[in-house]
Each structure stands twice: as C-alpha cells, then as structure tokens.
C-alpha cells in the first residue's frame, strides 16, 4: 500500500496486545509469573505448575476463554485480575504508537479498538499507558461473546459502530482475527509482526506488513512513510 492510500482510509481499527502494546508484559505473565503464583497457592512443584497452566491456556487457543479473566480466575482458583496488578510496570506501547495515533486524529480518522482483551485488562493497560484519548470507540470482544477469530464479530460491530468496509483499515497482529476481517469485507489489513523486542517476530501469512510504526505514518505527518 502506498501513502496516498490513507486517501481511501475513513476508519481505522486497532488491535492492542502485540499491535499497539509490547507484548511482553502478556508473555511474561501467562508463561512465568501466573505458574509461580499458581505452584505457591496449590503448594505445586513449579514444573507441575508451568506444564498444568501451559496445557490449560493452549486447550482454550482461539476462543474467548483464552482472553478471559474470569475463565481463567475460576479455572486456577486465583485472582488473575489482583495478580496482573504485580507486574504493570511491564506494560508499554510500542515506539511511535503515540505519534502515529495523534497523526491518525490529526488526519480526521476514526480509530477504534477492537481488542479480545478482557475489559479489567483493557482497564489495566490503559492505566499504564497514554493511548486512551485516542480512540472514538474502544471495544471487548467480550461485549459480544465472540473473539475476533469469529467472523461473525465484524458484522456485529458494524451493527453499534457503523463504517464502510470499503474504506476501513485494520492492524492486527493475530492472523486469524485478519482473516476474517478479511472475508468480512475490510479491504485493508496489516499485519504487526513486531510483537516484542523479546519475542520473534511472526509470520505475516501473505497479508502486508509492518514491523515499526514509524514505517505507516500518514503522509501528512511523515512524507516518507509508506503504508
């Protein structure tokens, strides 16, 4: 896509976790710091712990359970919300994620999160980050029971926040989620392969791409950014 695209670009979704946020702070926390903390409140070797809670979160891959902090609060009989309250001063925006949001209100976008995160997680990550002012609509997919990788959440969005497919972008960086957005209609996708400094970057499956968000910036605020 090339700059002059952002002429045919009325609204723009956003996904957070891994798109707009260092994925990091997630990754830590489901893979290191919530097996720690469930071996010390079951009295677990922490080995038992790492492979019951790893096999729990990769049995839910791809549904809204996976994303859920009351699934997973009830499941492990801990409070992931209060335990997630550890460990926020892990979570940042990736570089430029201000810059390039301030650009798209500056070129009169309509930008609107679509998150799978659970609302007390979205609650989180804003506390700890600058973003929220951004946004004309922030949205769970928990609002509608149904994760992104359901094609049918797109069209129940549309329902509440309407926009024109035709003049839509989205930025994600769960494949699946642009997938469907892809059979849905929207006509422009890309994928946020940069999760993480920590993290490898992942494949973008055949949809165009981007790793900084220096590399996207609307032509208005960056000349030589290319989309």
Known sequence: MQPE??????????????????LHFDWTFWMDYLPKAYAEHHHLPLE????????????????????????????????????????????RAHPDVLNFLD??????????????????????????????????????AHDYRC????????????QDVPFDPERTLLIDDNI?????????GIKYLLAAIHVSPHLDKIDPQGFDFFEFFSEIMPPSTSPQGTL
């Open 5 to 22: 695209r952002w002429q045919q670009i009325d609204t723009v979704l956003l996904d957070m976790d891994g798109t707009l946020l260092d």
């Open 48 to 91: 038992q712990a790492q492979h019951t809670v790893r096999t729990a979160i990769a049995e839910q891959t791809g549904t809204l359970n996976w994303y859920c902090l009351d699934y997973w609060s009830e499941r492990f009989e801990l409070s992931v919300a209060d335990l997630k309250q550890d460990i926020k001063h892990l979570i």
């Open 103 to 140: 650009a798209l209100k500056k070129n009169h976008k309509q930008v609107i999160m679509v998150t799978n995160a659970h609302r007390d997680a979205l609650a989180l990550k804003l506390e700890m980050t600058q973003i929220a002012p951004y946004f004309d609509q922030m949205i769970s």
């Open 147 to 158: 994760p992104k990788e359901d094609p049918s959440l797109w069209a129940k969005i549309q």
């Open 176 to 184: 699946r989620a642009l997938q469907t957005a892809e059979s849905f």
